[in-house]
């Protein structure tokens, strides 16, 4: 049977009635992962799109101990592929009343899955635990909407720029950039032409290409630093100083030759860094490269009228199943939040802890003193911005990536954001 019907035929589900019934019967049968086992344990799916595998590899043998020491709750942990390729199997399982148990994804979706009546509101649950008052205030802010706590952070982060100090050094860079302007004649300095073909074997900055959430979320801290916003009064809001001039920055780089644009939708693959095709990448302390042999150095987002960085705050949620299933999805994410868990996690993947009794242990301080550069995002920490969790953010992000996309191609800035806008307006407006 269908859940919760009456919402989803609403005016206001039209548009995602539209993406489920383009959703293939292959892909929403293939997701199909509710276990039914007589054997009186209970048996949870967890879907998570942990990336690069090695981080996946840490997440599973915490979910191996989890299980080890839960014999009576079972807990099979799914890649089920990059998380901006999830939304369709998930809002299909949804519909279909087949969702998992548990679903690990970024707090960003929560005001859709809301609206779905798909996952269970979990204030009551952890202000009754011990764990809570452990946890940083400003991520649980991040997860909270309409009053309710919605998921819990299994690990949280800032955006740095990862950079190659031998390529700086060759380069006679000797100062890391602050500015924006400051980054802009660095990474004309670290674009070389070897052959003098027309074609750079050596960029300054990579770009992310996309119009995906990666693209979206390395994009905002840039306009964060320029003030700028895309909400305002719950409504999409492009079209502002702060968002074209973080969008014309990013173009102006790759019009001075100094920026590449990574492969389509790919601009978290780490490649071309640690090769030295580029000397600087945007991303976070998750990343492969702090787990490579390659020379790295990490500096905080270069600032416009002020420092920001955005945070990048993973989060479980427990879906609508039944009693017994959720109370069972509970247990683990009360794991999942302990200290134990934490620390382990944290220092396996280069995350952030969520728990402070975690970020204050010993084994963490010992893990920062052996990478240092971690303490950039930590020190970021006090300037972070985060991304809306309102309903229709999907829409948002999909639109402004559009615009950036089209920017990053060459469509005038002003022109591309203003197209996105008056998709938006229309969509807002069939509410």
Known sequence: MIRNIKAIASPKKSALIAIILAVSLFIFT??????????????????????????????????AEFNQKNPDIQVESIFAG?????????????????????????????????????????????????????????VLEEIQLNGHTWSVPISTSSIGIFYRPKLFKAAGITELPKTWEELREVSKKLTIDRDSDGKPEQYGMLIPFGKGEWTTFTWFPFLLSANGQIIENNRPNLMNPGAIKAIQ??????????????????????????????????????TYIMKSNVDYGVFPVPSDIR????????????MKTTPERQKAALKFLEYALSEQFQ???????????????????????????????????VDQMSVAGSRPIIAGYSRISQNLGRAIEASMLGQPVKKALQESQDRLDLIWEGK
């Open 307 to 318: 420092p920001a960085t955005v945070t990048g705050t993973g989060t479980l949620f427990v």
């Open 82 to 138: 990059e998380l901006d390729q999830q939304l369709p199997k998930i809002l299909t399982s949804v519909v279909g009343n087949s969702p998992p148990d548990i679903l690990s994804f970024y707090p960003q979706m929560t005001g859709q899955f809301v609206n779905l009546d798909a996952i269970v509101p979990l204030e009551d649950w952890l202000d009754k635990l011990p764990v809570k008052s452990e946890l940083y205030p400003r």
């Open 30 to 63: 293939g997701c199909q992962t509710v276990s039914h086992k007589n054997d009186g344990v209970i048996h949870l799916t967890l879907w998570q799109g942990i990336n690069p595998p090695v981080n996946r590899d840490v997440f599973q043998k915490l979910v």
């Open 249 to 286: 920055f990013w173009q102006d780089l790759l019009k001075d030759g100094s920026a590449t644009l990574s492969m389509p939708e790919r601009g978290y693959e780490e490649d071309d860094f640690i090769s030295g095709r580029v000397a600087m990448q945007i991303t976070g302390p998750w």
């Open 343 to 377: 620390t382990k996690w944290s220092i396996g993947t280069g995350f952030l802890p969520a728990n402070m009794k975690s970020a204050q242990s010993q084994a963490y301080q010992e893990f920062i003193k052996r990478k240092p550069v971690i303490k950039v995002f």
